[in-house]
Structure formats: structure tokens, C-alpha cells
């Protein structure tokens, strides 16, 4: 099972939609949490961080589910601009700090 | 799904030394690597992007004498840190492109190495 598993998508939606994205870590040492937004052949770019209390930025929401051991992404009133690959990233802490990446989830938003 | 390797995970080196990091794609080919660099509490940066056979392509204020790049085949790249220094001490994370059908390019990323130098 990987550590970090993410649904690849892609998630095609319309503008205006809301679209939700789940993540699932497997570690219970995992410490840290964070979104990252990846264009097309570009580095990821730090989207947010996860907090149990929840985060929100503008129309971008974070959760994270330390019961369950998951991380969700929330989009609402999608634009064409929000299309990416979004990264779920762990943080464990083992001893030492281990950074996983998941996958990616891909995001198409259409006109 | 696809799985990208590197070793070593860790490294801790003496300031001058050089540290050789191997990224492998394990069951893909890999046409194109990435490989980036993080510092504590920043995003990922890209260094530079490497395609088989053919000289890497260096991001801005990235020294190519000093970060070394091969890409000698579709399943490994290696980056050697020449003559590092404490400053170079970072977390260290390649990125393979493999092809999904009917997808543009996906990358995976490889679990990173870290990198402490004395």
C-alpha cells in the first residue's frame, strides 16, 4: 500500500463547479500536511497547508481527518485557470522528516 | 502506479566532497527527469530538467558545473553535488515523466534525498 494515495482523476468539471479531492496517508507519524498545485511541466507549487481545524483560502478549502487518516481539497466556483494536477504531501516524522508526494489528482476545468 | 526510486535516501558529507544521487524509474521509461530542490519550509524549486541522452537544461541561477546531470538512460539520472557545502544542504527530489494514455505527460516524484553537509 503506498503511503500516500491519491485518486488520479482526471476530474473533468465545468466552470463554476465545485469539485472535491481526496487523500489517504497510511502513517500515523505523519506529522505535516499540504496541497500542492502542479501546472503542466512545471515544478509543484505550494498550494496550502492542512490543518485538523480546517483552512481556507478565497475558494480553496483543506481538511484534514487525523482519525481517518485522510486530507480533502474543496474547490468551489471552479475556473478554467484552477486546471492542474493537484499534489497531496505528507510530512513523516520517523526519527527524522520524510517528505511523500502523492501522485496527483488531474483537474480539467472546461468552459 | 508508476514508482520512482532514489538513493540514498540521506546523506551527511564532509564540505568538499562530492555526493552522487541516482534517480531510477522502476517500471517505466522515463523520457524526462526533473529534478528539484526544497529548503525548509519552501516550495519545491526546479533545478533542472533532464532528457535522456541530451544535456540538461539548467533553471535560472542553477550553476551547471556545480550540480552535475546524466541522464544515461530511459530509467536513471543521477545529479552530483560537486565540492558541496553547508549551503547545499537541502532536500533533494527528482521527478520522472511517464505517459498516460490519452493524458498529457504525468510526473512521479521519487521520495527525495536528503542532504547535510558539515
Known amino acids: 500500500r503506498k503511503e500516500v494515495e491519491q485518486d488520479p482523476g482526471p476530474f473533468n468539471v465545468p466552470e463554476g463547479a465545485t469539485v472535491a479531492f481526496n487523500c489517504t496517508y497510511s502513517?500515523?507519524?505523519?506529522?505535516?500536511f499540504f496541497w500542492y498545485r502542479q501546472d503542466c511541466r512545471k515544478e509543484p507549487k505550494l498550494l496550502m497547508s492542512?490543518?485538523?481545524s480546517g483552512n481556507e483560502d478565497g475558494r480553496f478549502t483543506a481538511q484534514l481527518n487525523r482519525a481517518s487518516q485522510y486530507i480533502s481539497l474543496l474547490i468551489r466556483d471552479s475556473k478554467l485557470s484552477d486546471s492542474a494536477t493537484y499534489l497531496c504531501?505528507?510530512?513523516?516524522?520517523?526519527?527524522?522528516?520524510?517528505?511523500?508526494f502523492g501522485a496527483g489528482t488531474r483537474l480539467f476545468v472546461k468552459a | 502506479g508508476a514508482v520512482v526510486s532514489q538513493h540514498p535516501s540521506w546523506v551527511i558529507c564532509k564540505s568538499g566532497t562530492s555526493v552522487k544521487i541516482e534517480c531510477r524509474s522502476l517500471?517505466?521509461?522515463?523520457?524526462?527527469m526533473f529534478w528539484y530542490r526544497q529548503f525548509p519550509k519552501q516550495s519545491l524549486m526546479l533545478m533542472a530538467t533532464?532528457?535522456?541522452?541530451?544535456?540538461?537544461?539548467?533553471e535560472q541561477g542553477v550553476e551547471k558545473d556545480k550540480f552535475l546531470i546524466n541522464h544515461a538512460s530511459l530509467t536513471l539520472s543521477t545529479l552530483t553535488v560537486t565540492s558541496a557545502h553547508p549551503e547545499d544542504s537541502s532536500f533533494y527530489i527528482c521527478?520522472?515523466?511517464?505517459?498516460?494514455?490519452?493524458?498529457?505527460?504525468?510526473?512521479?516524484f521519487g521520495p527525495g534525498t536528503r542532504l547535510t553537509v558539515l
Open positions: 502513517n500515523s507519524a505523519s506529522q505535516s
Open positions: 521527478s520522472a515523466e511517464g505517459k498516460r494514455e490519452a493524458f498529457t505527460d504525468t510526473q512521479y
Open positions: 533532464s532528457n535522456e541522452g541530451s544535456k540538461a537544461t539548467y
Open positions: 492542512v490543518y485538523s
Open positions: 517500471d517505466f521509461q522515463a523520457t524526462t
Open positions: 504531501v505528507v510530512i513523516l516524522n520517523t526519527g527524522g522528516f520524510k517528505t511523500i
